[in-house]
């Protein structure tokens, strides 16, 4: 990640890999292969998720940013995070807060696969929407969602697989680790970036929780009826993937006004999502019985 703050750039990028790594490698390792198919029988549902991560929310990104008085840089920073889906610790944070597992499981999977496709797309798009001529390789792009999702979360689903004895020894070792990881980056992200935060335009700010709080509902109401896909699908149309936005941003040579826009939405958008995902993590939760 390109970000010029207090924390040097090659340790924030380390703790990042290594987190990232960890989480998805944790998550396979609770993953039972044969429970994903029961979700890829039913494709009407997982298509309605994937309508809404990869198409909804890119749509409702532009038309909130066309009714906002936005300067074109902080514009072109804020949908080109829309087209970037499928962040990796949306996954965790789905389940945590009571997504359905499998569900889950496989629309990140699917939506990692599918935005090799789809971000092409939408990048051609945006060529002509706002006359750039940026463009992204499908190879490059491939091999992050891979090598820094795909092949660990797959690492944990096969060593479950073959080796569930180990996976009994080893997932609650893993497990304080994984959340430690996270409570040393996410302040630290937050520490790093969060001047570039403040100094956006309020309207930005405005825009992204408007953007995030639609795409919650867009996810929530298409996830139905089931209450658990309900939340796997709405915190995956919500949560988008700052690395994926910028690798493009990086490969284009964009303004810093356009990196500052997607560290904006990072953060802003982490923080809207904070309420729906204590809602529905207080729903599953047993009532504590009187004293």
Known sequence: MPINGPVPAWLFSGMMTLTLWVVMFHLGLAIVA??????????????????????????????????????RSAEIGIVLMSISPGAPVALRRSIKAGGHRSYATALQITVSLLVVFSMPGWIWAMDRMYDLEAQIDPQHLARQVFFAQLLPLGLGILLRQTAPQWVKWLQPKLAPLTTG??????????????????????????????????????????????????????????????????????????????????????????????????WRRRLISPPSNPA
């Open 181 to 278: 990881l996270l409570l040393i980056v996410v302040p630290l992200a937050i520490f790093n970036i969060w001047e570039v935060v403040i100094g956006e335009n309020w309207r930005v700010i405005v825009a992204v929780a408007l953007i995030t709080l639609l795409a919650l509902t867009i996810g929530h109401l298409l996830g139905g009826p089931d209450p658990a896909t309900r939340t796997a699908t709405a915190i995956a149309s919500a949560a988008r993937n700052p690395g994926l936005a910028l690798l493009v941003a990086s490969l284009n040579g964009a303004r810093a006004e356009v990196i500052a826009a997607v560290l904006a939405y990072f953060i802003v958008s982490a923080i809207t999502v904070l309420p729906y995902v204590t």
């Open 34 to 71: 044969a429970e994903l198919r029961p979700v890829l029988a039913q494709p009407l549902r997982l298509l309605k998720g994937l309508f809404a991560v990869l198409i909804a929310v890119p749509a409702l990104a532009l038309v909130v940013c066309k009714n906002f008085d936005l300067g």
